[in-house]
């Protein structure tokens, strides 16, 4: 008995259990927020702009998990919204001269209408072959944004140009810092609201479908219905980091949304973790900055540097950066 009681953990010999590590909420929300305002008083604005796409992107990438990580259906065509969201976006400043800040809730509307219109005889299909449809919207938009009959709106191949917004009110904020703020914080709002909904019991139902379709239908679910107002949610948030992007960007242009946008935000959900709120925002951080660590690595072929940087980050992390986040408490109870 002796033996055996000095073999106990510390804990129990001194007839204490102590409790497992516990962070307040509160706390990780404090240094979260100072993470995110830090960049605005240390970085350069090229850097800030960097961080601002990579915010946008992580925009678009949770749009695609909805639809994808937590509904079970494969798309491969939100580059199509993100491009339809830019181009309002683009066409309300310019041609319409309206505020930039009208722009995005018109941009998300238009993009949910064009979600749900699409959505509807496409998820009658499923599987490869909704995204083979997906796939294909995406590879049709760029050529229709070049049609001339809508050339005076879209300005053809030679794109529109926008002009940043000055910050309101006095603030001492330069225009990239600005938008850096209103980005983040328009993200911080969606991934909020993304949280709750998937928390409430539509994104039970939603995870169901997902889980086995047939048993959701038996429990009197309307999968229909149901698949496409995620698909229209999804588009509406793709839409939204869509029209922050051409504001961001100062410019639009068919080509620069071929279909390797959206095989971009595809990758995004799968190193950030499918299925995972927080997932997106490392996906927007390994598509804004990999490509760049590539070039500097090889300027003759990046694209072979990041097809290794992909190749070895998936191997590594096969559940995506949310998967090591799942894990940690565990390996770290181990430790």
Known sequence: MASQFSEAPPSLRSGVVRPGFRVDPRLLWAIGIALL?????????????????????????????????????ISLGHGAFYAVGAYVAAIMLDKLSLPWWSTLPAAAVICGIVGWGIGRPALRLGGLYLALTTFSLAVAVPQILKYKGIEDWTGGVQGVLVTKPDAPFGLPLDVDQFLYLVTVGIALGVFVLARNLMASRIGRAMMAIRDHALAAEAMGMD?????????????????????????????????????????????????????????????????????NLAEEISKSAPGVIYGCILIAFLFVLPGGVAGLLRRLPALLRRR
């Open 37 to 73: 305002l830090l960049p605005l008083f240390t970085a350069e604005s090229y850097r800030l702009f960097q961080l601002t796409l990579a915010a946008i992107y992580a925009i678009a990438i949770l749009g695609l998990n909805l639809v994808t990580g937590y509904n079970g259906q």
């Open 223 to 291: 999968i229909a219905n149901l698949k496409t107002a995620t698909f229209a949610v999804s588009a509406m948030i793709t839409g939204l980091a869509g029209a922050l992007s051409a504001i961001a960007v100062e410019f639009v242009s068919p080509d620069s949304f071929q279909a390797t946008l959206s095989i971009t935000l595809f990758v995004g959900m799968v190193v950030g973790g499918v299925a995972s709120i927080i997932g997106p925002i490392f996906g927007g951080l390994f598509v804004v900055f990999v490509p």
